[in-house]
């Protein structure tokens, strides 16, 4: 079992930034995969990034490509999200999830095994 807590949602005016993490707990950090994923009312929970267990490799959805970075820090069993240049459209519950996959990026749903309980992030126009 791996559990996840995420913080630093909140309220920010477009263009802003905010960063959001993720600490686990449970069993080894390292040996997992990890991604972000959002939901927006009335919407599909969506792939937001990912990164391998050694931060060598990640993806991004194209919706948040060169505004946001992914990043994971394995000795603090930590993972961020530093989230700049925010649009309303960014709007939603974020959440981080655990893989064990580890050594490919997994972009769908359906690859995380462990969730967090989701912070939200509000952009204001």
């Known amino acids: 079992q791996v559990q996840l807590v995420e913080s630093g949602g909140g309220l920010v005016q477009a263009g802003g930034s905010l960063r959001l993490s993720c600490a686990a707990s449970?069993?080894?950090?390292?040996?997992?995969?990890m991604g972000w994923f959002r939901q927006a009312p009335g919407k599909e929970r969506e792939f937001v990034a990912a990164i391998t267990w050694s931060g060598g490799s990640t993806d991004y959805a194209d919706s948040v490509k060169g505004r946001f970075t992914i990043s994971r820090v394995n000795a603090k069993n930590i993972m961020s999200l530093q989230m700049n240049s925010l649009k309303p459209e960014d709007t939603a519950v974020y959440y981080c999830?655990?893989?064990?996959?580890?050594?490919?990026?997994?972009?769908?749903?359906?690859?995380?095994?462990?969730w967090g309980q989701g912070t939200q992030v509000t952009v204001s126009s």
């Open positions: 999830a655990a893989t064990p996959s580890y050594t490919i990026v997994r972009v769908t749903t359906q690859s995380y095994d462990y």
């Open positions: 449970g069993r080894t950090f390292s040996r997992y995969g």
